[in-house]
């Protein structure tokens, strides 16, 4: 071994803190410069112009506007005082953030965002940690970060949403199902986090696909308390879904009305036919409905995205991505599709690997960071459904 160059310092070995927030902290810092820059630009809009009554109080909603304040609300009251129209929203995160609200100085307001925001930065650890994992490849891992918190749809991210929650129920559940070289999956881990995710967003429920691919990929080799295990992952998101449906028919005699009032009209709408859907929402580019026109390249863009991850990713990823992408897409509209879709992680690993050339990497970021600022600008003047 080569002796110390002298009068050179020894390397101090970085902690695993420093590894795990390294690649993540300066794109999550980004990210809310832009977003809370946009908010300031709606505010200098608003102050200048003659907006509607709906844009003046989006404006001031902040960072607290569209779902956000609906979290706000159940937070601060529960659900009873806002009728059935509060039970689209699942329950874990505005119960996560009463919590939090009970910190001294910490309002629910507060509380909603900040919550929002440490969902964040830890989910985007833990998908930095799972491209670490699966690829071995640290520009990878970086990239990926970047690329998540900069995505247009990411001001979601930044709002008082249960996004970053459901992230961190993901990103985790994925960790503990595709352990490293030589270790057995996690699989109560894996079921604590399934039966979080599906109590955090209707979405979590889709871990099921994951978790059964890998539980076949794995049950000849396993034995009677590791298969208990499987099948416990395999009922957990289930479970977490039937818990707040179970709780909305003891409450208000209606197993399915959560579900009902998700697909009513006014929201994502009933199963539909996609085609027609986005020949809808594309016609709307002539009609001037932006908001609407908008959704129709993004559904174009994650169709291709999504058939490179089932060629560059495990299964587990590509049956996780294909489910979500497939609920967003079964509305009678697309009105919040692309935050639907960055809900499926792993199409933002295989967006990231396209950008393995410097200068294309340099460009498509700052595409999306503009893109980012325009999202979230259009979002808080009342345009465009986050």
């Known amino acids: 071994m080569d002796a110390p160059a002298l009068g050179a310092a020894p390397a101090v070995p970085r902690s695993r803190l420093a590894v795990l927030l390294g690649p993540v902290v300066i794109p999550f810092v980004v990210a809310r410069v832009v977003v809370l820059g946009a908010l300031g630009v709606a505010h200098l809009v608003i102050s200048r112009g003659h907006p509607s009554a709906a844009e003046v109080f989006r404006v001031h909603q902040g960072l607290l506007a569209w779902d956000a304040g609906f979290y706000d609300s159940i937070a601060r009251f529960g659900y009873a005082p806002f009728g059935h129209q509060a039970l689209r929203f699942f329950p874990l995160f505005p119960l996560a953030a009463r919590a939090l609200a009970v910190v001294p100085g910490v309002g629910d307001g507060a509380a909603v965002v900040i919550l929002a925001n440490l969902g964040a930065l830890v989910g985007t650890v833990l998908l930095v940690a799972l491209v670490r994992r699966e690829t071995g490849d640290e520009a990878l891992a970086r990239r990926s970060a970047w690329l998540l918190c900069l995505a247009p749809p990411a001001f979601s991210l930044v709002l008082g949403y249960a996004e970053g929650l459901l992230l961190v129920c993901t990103t985790a559940c994925f960790l503990c199902l595709r352990p490293a070289a030589g270790r057995r ?39 009677g308390p590791e298969r208990a295990g499987m099948l416990a992952a ?37 199963l539909s036919d996609p085609f027609r859907t986005l020949f809808d929402d594309a016609k709307g580019a002539l009609h001037h409905h932006l908001g609407t026109a908008l959704h129709v390249p993004w559904v174009l863009l994650v169709i291709v995205v999504l058939v490179f991850v089932w060629r560059r990713l495990p299964a587990a990823y590509g049956a996780f991505a294909t489910a979500v992408v497939l609920v967003a897409l079964s509305g009678s509209n697309l009105d919040s599709f692309e935050r639907y879709a960055m ?13 393995a050339s410097r200068r294309v990497e340099r460009l498509v970021l700052a595409l999306s960071a503009a893109g980012l600022f325009a999202y979230a600008l259009l979002a808080f003047l009342n345009v465009m459904v986050p």
């Open 185 to 223: 999956p996690s699989w109560w881990w894996a079921a604590a986090f399934g039966y979080a995710g599906a109590l955090t967003r209707p979405l979590g429920v889709l871990l099921v696909a994951p978790v059964a691919i890998e539980g076949l990929r794995r049950w000849r080799a396993a034995r």
């Open 234 to 270: 395999l009922v957990a998101p289930v479970d977490g879904l039937c818990t707040y449906l179970g709780w909305s028919a003891a409450v208000d005699g209606d197993f399915w009305l959560p579900a009902r009032v998700q697909t009513s009209a006014g929201h994502h709408g009933g």
């Open 343 to 355: 809900s499926a992680f792993p199409l933002v690993i295989v967006g990231a690997m396209a950008l």
